[in-house]
């Protein structure tokens, strides 16, 4: 099953309000495993923290990391 998967590529978004960088550790260990366990190699985060309210992703930088993540990806 592992091998049948034609991604060869897997990108973490993540939002949330927390501010704290450890708010976020736990989704991004159970990411790795998930790239460890289908061999699949990492093509980024984007890890937006801080984003509570309706809106606030707009004035941030976060909307163009995604951009270019998603343009880094071949």
Known sequence: MRSGFKIKKLALL??????????????????????????????GMVLARGVKDIGDIKESEFLKEAYNLGLSIT
Not at 14 to 43: C, H
């Open 14 to 43: 993540l939002t949330g309000a927390a501010v704290l960088p450890q708010m976020f550790d736990s989704v991004i260990m159970q990411y790795r495993l998930i790239l460890d366990y289908f061999g699949l190699e990492d093509a």
